[in-house]
Every structure is written in structure tokens, then in C-alpha cells.
């Protein structure tokens, strides 16, 4: 079982980026999934899931600003994320939950990609 983030970069201040996670090795059309961040020298935290159903959850922090999304055919999950700030830079990892219902805790999840760098330039 492998998720492979992808998408991240550098994007000026007010920008956007879209964030893809592709998983192999199974189907999670049944699994919740999530997005979480890690900034320099802080705790990974929760930015976004969906579950199974489709039901999604958002930070506060980027409510409004980013949409998280999935496409079961192509077994992915997608960030959108727009209006971004240099506080938004961070790795930003995906994460699979063997249920249906989304978590925001890291401990919640059961698989993780390898992360993708997004940089938000001032």
C-alpha cells in the first residue's frame, strides 16, 4: 500500500496550487482520507479529509480557502488550494484511515505518503 503526494512547488502569495494523492496497492473508495501539514519546527496538523461517504472537514485555518476532493475511479484525493500565504508553507502529506468516517489526529491514520513541499513566497 503506497499514497504518493504530488503538486507542491513554489507559488507567490495569493496564488493557488492543487495537491494530488495517488494511491496503489488497494482500493480506498470505502477509506476516509486526509490532508495534514508539517511547518519547519512544528507538529504535523490537520488540514482537510473526506470520507468515505464524501463527507468532508476543514481547519479552521483554511476554511474557505482550500477544497479537498476524490476521485474513486482514479483512486485520489486532491487539495485545492487557493489564496495562499506564507503561512500556508509547509510539507503537506496525505494520509488513508481504514474506515469510513474522517479523523483530524495523526494517530487516526493508517497509511501516509511521502509529503510534497509547498513554499509560499511574501
Known amino acids: 500500500v503506497q499514497l504518493q503526494a504530488s503538486g507542491g512547488g513554489l507559488v507567490q502569495t495569493g496564488g493557488s496550487l492543487r495537491l494530488s494523492c495517488a494511491a496503489s496497492?488497494?482500493?480506498?473508495?470505502?477509506?476516509?482520507l486526509g490532508w495534514f501539514r508539517q511547518a519547519p519546527g512544528k507538529e504535523r496538523e490537520f488540514v482537510a479529509a473526506?470520507?468515505?461517504?464524501?463527507?468532508?472537514y476543514y481547519a479552521d485555518s483554511v476554511k474557505g480557502r482550500f477544497t479537498i476532493s476524490r476521485d474513486t475511479a482514479k483512486n485520489t484525493v486532491y487539495l485545492q488550494m487557493t489564496t495562499l500565504g506564507p503561512g500556508d508553507t509547509a510539507v503537506y502529506y496525505c494520509?488513508?484511515?481504514?474506515?469510513?468516517?474522517?479523523?483530524?489526529?495523526?494517530?487516526?491514520?493508517?497509511?501516509w505518503g511521502q509529503g510534497t513541499l509547498v513554499t509560499v513566497s511574501s
Open positions: 494520509a488513508a484511515r481504514k474506515v469510513r468516517y474522517y479523523g483530524t489526529q495523526t494517530w487516526e491514520y493508517d497509511y
Open positions: 496497492g488497494r482500493t480506498f473508495g470505502a477509506y476516509a
Open positions: 473526506i470520507s468515505g461517504s464524501g463527507i468532508t
